[in-house]
Structure formats: C-alpha cells, structure tokens
C-alpha cells in the first residue's frame, strides 16, 4: 500500500513516479499544451531551423526572432524571482486518469507543502534539505534529498533558465509561454518537466511529468496567492 501511495504522489513531487498504468489525454478542466513545433523535438544539436537563445543549454521555437526569445526567457525569470511566497489550489491528474485536488504552499528557497483533499491520505512536504511523502493514516513517511528532485527546481531561491544546463526549450505562442526541463536518471532513463505560464501576465499555470515511458502527469495550480506568508512550520519534517 505504501508503494502505491508513494507513486500517486511521485510526480506532483517531480520525482521518478516508475511505470505507469495506461495514458490518456489531459481532460477538459486541465488546460492543454500547446503543439510542440517540430523545431521543439530536437536536441542540443538542432541546426539552425531552431532559433537559439543566445544562452548555453537553451533552444528556443515558436517566437518570431531572438529578441522575442530572449524576452519569453527573462520574464518567466522575473515573474518566479518576483515572489518568495505562493498559496494556491491544484489539480492532479495521473496517467490513469485519476483526478486528485488539494492545496499547496510555498516558501523560497526550498520549501513546498502539497495538502491532498480526502479520501487520499497523503501529504508532500519539502524543508529545504529533502522531500516527505506521507501517509497520515498509517502516520508512516519516505524521505527523499530534495536535490535529488527536479522539484529543486521550482523552488530555487534565483530561478535562471538562462543558466540552468537542464533547460531543453523554451517556447511561446498566444495562449502559453512554455519551459521544458529534463533530468537524466541512472539506470532508469530520462523525465521531462514542462512548466507553462499564461503568455501574457506569466503567471504559472500548471507543468507536466513526462516518464522514460512517455506517461504523463499534470498538475494544473489556481487562485495564486503571493502576498501571504505561510506558517514555517508548516514545512517541519520530522525524522
């Protein structure tokens, strides 16, 4: 039981979530990912048919020069290094299809509370130094070092896709400026993070697990708060 509870909550934690059940498409309440262009799909080698930003590790699609790239670039750095605080809802859907809901908090740098909403019993909590999955009915938890999780990402103190050598692409069209992210795991293969924003404000608006098997899971966040400051406590792990 504990095996299974920790791969429902394996992705909303950005963490290996291994193999999945089945795929299906994203349901109507989660908004979809744009198309990927062609130019999206290639690799670090692309030749010049994909526009490159300017910055090492970073290929960009879908904008209409290298300055509009670069601008996509240092807004969405702006908008996460603009707030060291985020209350909000979220919506998880799994790769089976399964919806679960709750509320998270945030407190940069390096800590994240995700609160599932009953009949889950589970609970995700990042102190700064590592990831809890927990089970409150069976009071019990898997302790994971957060810098062995792309979530790391996500709650960085100075957020620089400019810098960031796992950042893939980035890319935007009239609806969504998207980030993709990818991390190597030994022996298991590789996972993609795609973060997306609302292409006008920037505002985050959900991101997407890829697994090495091509399953998906997305998480979609609503009614954002930034002015209030969470408890500290709320992120205690206790060893």
Request: proline letters at 8%.
């Amino acid at each position: 039981m504990r095996s299974m509870l920790r791969l429902c909550a394996a992705a909303l934690l950005l963490l290996p979530a291994g193999l999945a059940v089945a795929q299906v498409p994203p349901p109507p309440f989660v908004p979809v990912p744009p198309k990927k262009p062609a130019s999206m799909m290639r690799t670090a080698q692309a030749g010049p048919a994909a526009a490159a930003s300017g910055e090492p590790g970073i290929q960009v699609a879908a904008v209409a020069n290298q300055r509009a790239a670069t601008e996509t670039v240092q807004r969405i750095n702006d908008y996460f290094n603009s707030f060291k605080t985020m209350i909000g809802d979220f919506v998880q859907v799994d790769p089976d299809g399964t919806r679960q809901q709750g509320q998270f908090y945030i407190l940069k740098p390096g800590r994240v509370l995700f609160e599932y909403e009953a009949p889950s019993r589970i609970e995700l909590v990042a102190d700064g130094r590592s990831v809890a999955v927990r089970d409150k009915k069976l009071k019990t938890q898997d302790i994971t070092p957060l810098s062995a999780t792309p979530l790391r990402f996500l709650l960085s103190e100075n957020f620089n896709l400019a810098r960031n050598a796992n950042v893939t692409g980035v890319y935007q069209d009239d609806i969504f400026a998207t980030v993709v992210i990818e991390e190597k795991q030994p022996m298991v293969g590789t996972y993609r993070l795609m973060i997306m924003f609302d292409a006008k404000t920037m505002q985050l608006k959900q991101w997407t697990v890829t697994d090495p098997q091509g399953y998906d899971t997305t998480v979609a966040v609503s009614n954002l708060d930034t002015a209030q400051r969470p408890d500290p406590m709320l992120f205690v792990i206790n060893r």
